[in-house]
């Protein structure tokens, strides 16, 4: 069944991507690069949630990944490929290192140092004028022959990520990520080593987010110490949470729905601080399993027998 939905899942990717190529350079070819991007980084969120910790140092890494990037082009003037992907290689290293360290610590104590770390990065990009200080770097530009394909090809390395992410959640090592996140001490009594355990999820998350900070840097072609403050975090918590965190499609679903009405809203004047916070509160108080638990009742209810039906829509 996982095999089928990945299936379903990588030809609905595929078709988006070539949809979206149609779009040309305009408006609706950002919004579909910013919800890619949004996906990628709340589903990353979710990942390291599978070992029961909520990871705001994600803005941290995502920042690492665009300056690699950055610099990668702008400074060593590296092959494109090269730069793009050392943006989620030099995300992993030093998130290898962080996370040894600070996956000793868990629940809030750990999400307090993910906060600490991601402003501590930011100022650190202020303040070094090699990285462009307060106005970070610019020029950071792909290939021409890829420029036209940018917004199918941010799609397809995005929805691959995310479906790796899947891949890894439902196989065994997904399932050791789960039994820890549900007990550490049973976990780690049939052998589990559990700090590396944590460790290497929290690597795997970083790569991928550091990837999606790549990305970033060449969508934008400007990057600057304001793009990865914890605002970054927060607004992927809120896609997170709107969208759903108990189902691998709610962080999708959650990105597309806040940005496209975020967009709406903007045109409004509604600030954009604003309409997170009362998302996720909203969220908090009328979807509890998000958008994608809201679909999932819809259909559990629609293949129920008759009598079952009135039962479950009692339960809603």
């Not at 589903?43 to 994600?58: D, H, Y």
């Not at 030099?90 to 962080?98: E, N």
């Amino acid at each position: 069944m996982a095999n089928q939905k990945f299936f379903v899942c990588c030809v609905a990717v595929l078709a988006i991507a070539v949809a979206s190529h149609f779009f040309g350079a305009g408006y609706g070819a950002k919004l579909m690069i910013w919800i890619a991007l949004a996906a990628l980084v709340a589903s990353t969120l979710r990942f390291v949630m599978l070992i029961g910790e909520l990871n705001f140092a994600t803005a941290a890494f995502y920042g690492i990944g665009a300056y690699t990037a950055g610099v990668a082009t702008t400074m060593l003037e590296w092959p494109f490929i090269v730069s793009f992907l050392a943006g989620g290689v030099v995300a992993a290293l030093i998130s290898t290192v962080f996370g040894f360290i600070t996956l000793r610590t868990k629940g809030p104590y750990f999400l307090l140092i993910g906060f600490a770390f991601a402003e501590v990065m930011r100022i650190i990009y202020t303040k070094m004028d090699w990285l462009g200080g307060n106005s970070g770097l610019i020029g950071i530009f792909v290939p021409e022959a890829l420029d036209v394909y940018l917004t199918p090809f941010v799609i397809l390395v995005s929805g691959s990520l995310i479906g790796i992410l899947y891949l890894i959640e439902v196989s065994n090592v997904g399932k050791i990520f789960t039994a820890i996140k549900d007990n550490e001490g049973v976990a780690r009594s049939v052998g589990i080593r559990v700090h590396l355990s944590k460790v290497a999820c929290f690597v795997i998350a970083s790569f991928a987010v550091g990837i999606a900070g790549s990305l970033h840097a060449y969508t934008n072609n400007v990057i600057s110490p304001g793009d990865f403050g914890f605002l970054l975090s927060t607004f992927a918590l809120a896609y997170l949470k709107v969208g759903g965190e108990e189902h691998p499609l709610g962080p999708i679903l959650g990105a597309a729905l806040l940005i496209l009405l975020n967009a709406l809203a903007l045109d409004s004047g509604l600030n954009e601080h604003i309409f997170y916070g009362a998302a996720i509160v909203a969220a908090m108080l009328l979807l509890p399993k998000g958008v994608a638990g809201l679909v999932g009742r819809w259909f559990t209810a629609d293949r129920c027998e008759p009598g079952v039906k009135v039962v479950a829509r009692r339960a809603q």
